[in-house]
Nanobody, 115 residues
């Protein structure tokens, strides 16, 4: 299983970024997917999740209405569209998949929101 995140960077408050996570090594269309983040000096936390068919999503209260998780099963990719970014969204963002009874993480992508 391999998960490769991309799309992070430095953005000003109020700006937008779209993260991507390219998956391989398992049947992506049969796996729910999630995005987590770990702010500096804090615990890793769930940001958003999506079912295998994309029909159901869930969000942390802190990002609801600003972030959107989506997936393209033809491309084995899950996305996180982040709008109206705030300094407190600064974190390393990780893609997560559960498959065969194990959990798998990507290497993470840094998002920094600062003026």
């Amino acid at each position: 299983v391999q998960l490769v995140e991309s799309g992070g960077g430095l953005v000003q408050p109020g700006g937008s970024l779209r993260l991507s996570c390219a998956a391989s090594g398992f049947t992506f269309s049969r796996s729910a997917m999630s995005w987590y983040r770990q702010p500096p000096g804090k615990e890793r936390e769930l940001v958003a999740g999506i079912t295998n068919d994309g029909d159901t999503t869930n969000y942390a209260a802190s990002v609801k209405g600003r972030f959107t998780i989506s997936r393209d099963n033809a491309k084995n990719t899950v996305y996180l569209q982040m709008n109206s970014l705030k300094p407190e969204d600064t974190a390393v963002y990780y893609c997560y998949a559960s498959w065969g009874g194990y959990g798998y993480w990507g290497q993470g992508t840094q998002v920094t929101v600062s003026s």
